[in-house]
């Protein structure tokens, strides 16, 4: 139902978002797809891009932002953003990578106890839709997070919801 669009064939007010993912170095055809189909909307695309660039500046450190990324991602079954962080985390995430990326997916603990206490609040996020008890809070907390990197795990998971939920409908990534 929803097309993969070229420069050609987006609204013109998605072509200067599309121009800007297809230029930049290293994108993955996954990324080049999503992009493709999410241009349908140049608010949600523009609004996306904008807001993901604004988590990928937050205080929260890069390995931390993408085990966000991935336990949405695996929780909300976005195969393209499931694809894309995967292979992220795996460069970020150095010897403990590839066993960062097995225990998500698979949705177990992860093996470095600061990350886990990341996953065990993000999804304390999704599932009280935000409410989180003071006693989830001091887990957080107690692996040497702050209240900012609580509001930018929220921050993370907003983004990171619109962008599942618009690649689920549109189906980008399905052929991949």
């Not at 949600?44 to 904008?50: M, S």
């Not at 692996?143 to 599942?164: N, P």
């Amino acid at each position: 139902m929803f097309v993969e669009h070229t420069l050609e064939t987006a609204p013109q007010a998605s072509r200067k978002a599309m121009e800007a993912v297809v230029r930049h170095p290293g994108q993955l055809p996954e990324t080049v797809s999503a992009v493709a189909r999410l241009a349908e909307s140049p608010e949600l695309l523009t609004g996306f891009l904008h807001v993901s660039g604004v988590f990928e500046r937050s205080t929260l450190e890069p390995v931390a932002r993408e085990v966000v990324i991935l336990t949405v991602a695996v929780r909300n079954d976005c195969h393209v953003c499931v694809v894309m962080h995967t292979n992220k985390l795996r460069a970020l995430g150095g010897a403990d990578g590839e066993q960062l990326v097995a225990a998500l997916t698979d949705q177990h603990p992860l093996p470095v106890e600061r990350l886990e206490g990341v996953r065990r609040f993000t999804l304390a996020v999704l599932a009280g839709a935000g409410a989180v008890d003071d006693d989830e809070l001091r887990r957080f907390f107690a692996h040497g997070f702050t209240k900012r990197h609580a509001l930018e795990v929220v921050l993370g998971v907003g983004v990171y919801t619109m962008s599942t939920y618009a690649n689920r409908l549109t189906g980008a990534g399905l052929g991949i």
